[in-house]
């Protein structure tokens, strides 16, 4: 069988097919990948296939050469191949000879999607790794504060009411050595004039998400004000019990929930002035700009970190101070450190005749996937294809020209998608529908990941 024929014959079944003379020039190119055709490689006749590769990858084609020449077995190895865009373009090849005036066959298979999903992988990877670090940091704060109060707090387990974790300032209250008390009931802790008081409060807290506190006796009969609220972890319930000697109780504040809600919701708070220099923050806020305390920014204007220089805030301004309030602003936040991060910005004006005054809530949604920008944006459109809500949403935040090739990719997708369903996947019909050649319909195929082409 001759050269050329053989190479005919291959090139059904690979992304490019190559034929070399002895001298290792293409004398011959075949090309069913749309992707490899768009880099030009219909160019390469008459070049010599080692000066078509990157430097890291001319050993790999001189191997591959010689080993063909020689007539010894042939493996599948990667090479890269130079970009205009300055990315490589990732190929797998085989070369055998065709036992013909010396000519060698070189099949090739198109690795960039593999490249791309091998991309998007290492970025989860890293994301998972940085979520973890930050777990990790934020349980060491957890155990710090907790070692560290002054406050006698307890965790009990919602449901048996035994003791999981007691912090140091238990022995100051109780009396008892927190690790001892570790395993038994709560009840060990209290007179027993106190047991129905205590458990009618954990019970009540056990039901609901707001604190409740009440005054009971110690089992050494001093008294004290307990509190309990209920948290979730893991889809296991637990108290938060703290126990205050009555002398030291606070007297109740209206407004403490409120505070305490806002000091721990997991959303950034922002309260600014007409000038919009900010006046207070909650520690969500401090942790998306990496501050260390509220001081760094009280009296800062707020553009300092959010939205984008001389756009965002004058929109968001203008929208107070006609409706009153703005919802799922979409901006970004940005700090010192690091690149900036998507927001979501809900704001409203509380008015006040002397003094009126701003409330901004930012909400982090850079890990909402898909995401708009990064790794994900090179994926192949068909596995990263928008909705109309979602291009809608990127108006302000990408430029035109690339949102309308999306929204083209787009629309281009769905006709082809349509016309297989129409014709019920006879892919000839759908090209004649479309007013495509075959080829044209393969091609376009293969780049949406349509039709189950490689099965």
């Not at 997991?266 to 309260?271: E, K, Q």
């Amino acid at each position: 069988m001759a050269a050329d024929t053989a190479a005919g014959l291959v090139s059904a079944a690979s992304d490019l097919a190559l034929i070399l003379d002895r001298e290792g020039v293409i004398r011959d190119v075949s090309v069913s990948s749309g992707d490899l055709a768009e880099h030009g490689i219909g160019d390469w006749l008459d070049r010599r296939w080692i000066d078509t590769v990157t430097d890291d990858s001319k050993a790999k084609v001189a191997e591959m050469l010689d080993a063909a020449f020689k007539g010894h077995a042939a493996r599948w190895r990667q090479v890269n191949h130079p970009a205009d865009d300055g990315a490589d373009i990732p190929v797998r090849y085989f070369a055998l000879s065709a036992g013909l005036d010396g000519r060698v066959i070189v099949i090739g298979r198109d690795l960039q999607a593999s490249a791309i999903l091998q991309q998007r992988l290492l970025a989860v990877q890293q994301s998972v790794e940085r979520d973890y670090l930050r777990l990790r940091q934020a349980e060491q704060r957890y155990r710090l504060l907790f070692q560290s109060a002054s406050e006698a707090v307890l965790i009990l387990d919602g449901t048996s009411r035994r003791i999981r974790e007691a912090n140091p300032a238990v022995q100051k209250v109780t009396g008892r050595d927190p690790v001892a008390v570790i395993g038994q009931p709560f009840n060990t802790l209290l007179d027993s004039s106190s047991f129905a008081e205590a458990e009618e409060l954990l019970s009540s807290a056990n039901s609901s998400a707001g604190g409740a506190s009440t005054t009971v006796r110690l089992a050494g009969g001093a008294a004290c004000l307990l509190s309990a609220s209920l948290y979730r972890h893991d889809r296991m319930a637990s108290l938060l019990v703290r126990l205050t000697p009555e002398s030291l109780a606070p007297v109740a504040d209206p407004n403490a929930a409120l505070t305490a809600v806002l000091s721990r919701i997991s959303d950034a708070f922002v309260v600014t002035d007409t000038d919009l220099r900010i006046l207070t923050a909650n520690p969500a806020f401090l942790d998306l700009v990496h501050l260390a305390s509220r001081e760094e920014v009280v009296h800062l204007p707020l553009d300092r970190y959010l939205g984008r220089p001389q756009i965002d805030l004058k929109v968001m301004l203008a929208q107070l101070k006609e409706h009153g309030s703005l919802r799922n602003f979409a901006t970004v936040i940005r700090s010192g450190f690091g690149e900036p991060e998507d927001v979501e910005v809900t704001a409203v004006v509380v008015p006040d005749d002397s003094r009126p005054t701003y409330g901004f809530s930012i909400r982090n949604v850079s890990r909402r996937l898909p995401s708009g920008d990064g790794v994900s944006t090179a994926l192949p459109l068909g596995a990263t294809a928008r909705s109309v809500e979602q291009l809608t949403q990127l108006i302000g935040r990408v430029p035109m020209k690339d949102i309308v090739r999306e929204s083209t990719d787009l629309i281009e997708k769905m006709c082809i998608e349509a016309a297989l369903n129409l014709t019920q996947d006879n892919r000839a019909s759908a090209a004649d529908v479309l007013g495509l050649s075959r080829q044209s319909l393969y091609s376009k195929l293969r780049r949406y990941g349509l039709g189950d082409l490689d099965d």
